[in-house]
């Protein structure tokens, strides 16, 4: 019997992203990871206190995860950091914290996407399952008329419907007037 070596590290490496995402999700929700002294980390900007830049309405749920509504905060970083944005390392002051809530939202043994416009935002499942919050330092990926959409494939999965339980929200990202 012969077995193709590229499925099989495939599936091993989209068994250990989802486990890490599962680990990590946990870590982050329950403050359990240690906290490295200096700039935030992504336990500080899960949990920091934002200011609600832009924040869905709709009730009614859509597609396989059940995806009603979102939310939208910027974040005021205590100092400067320097991060990759589209291939250069820029130096920055705001994150955006992006929370989709709907669900429940499942623990897989594949990534949870978050995805604006068909671009990748990396995701963690909060605690009670009801939504993926990610975080960005990028602010040109958060336009008025965005898509949002949320799905589990594997780390370098494109933006579409090729992601399982792949689910569009109903509605469009609509900043508000002070950004």
């Given amino acids: 019997m012969m077995i193709n070596k590229n499925k099989t590290g495939t599936r091993f490496r989209e068994r250990v992203a989802g486990v890490a995402s599962v680990l990590l999700g ?10 490295p002294a200096g700039p935030e980390n992504d336990l500080d900007l899960i949990k920091a206190k934002g200011r609600v830049i832009a924040e869905g309405t ?18 005021d970083l205590t100092q400067p950091m320097d991060t990759e944005i589209n291939g250069q390392i820029k130096r920055v002051d705001k994150a955006y914290r992006v929370t989709v809530n709907g669900g429940p939202f499942p623990y897989r043994a594949l990534v949870s996407i978050m995805c604006v416009d068909g671009v990748s ?13 990610g975080v960005t ?7 008025n008329g965005a898509t949002m959409a949320v ?29």
């Fill in 26 to 35: 946990f870590a982050f929700f329950t403050g359990a990871m240690a906290r």
């Fill in 137 to 143: 330092f990028d602010e040109s990926r958060l336009k």
């Fill in 58 to 75: 709709n009730k009614d749920s859509s597609g396989p995860l059940a995806v009603k509504s979102y939310r939208v905060e910027k974040i």
């Fill in 151 to 179: 799905g589990y494939g594997s780390a370098d999965a494109s933006c579409d419907a090729s992601l399982d339980m792949y689910s569009i929200l109903p509605e469009k990202i609509k900043l508000g007037e002070s950004r």
């Fill in 121 to 133: 935002i990396p995701a963690v499942i909060s605690s009670d399952l009801n939504s993926l919050v």
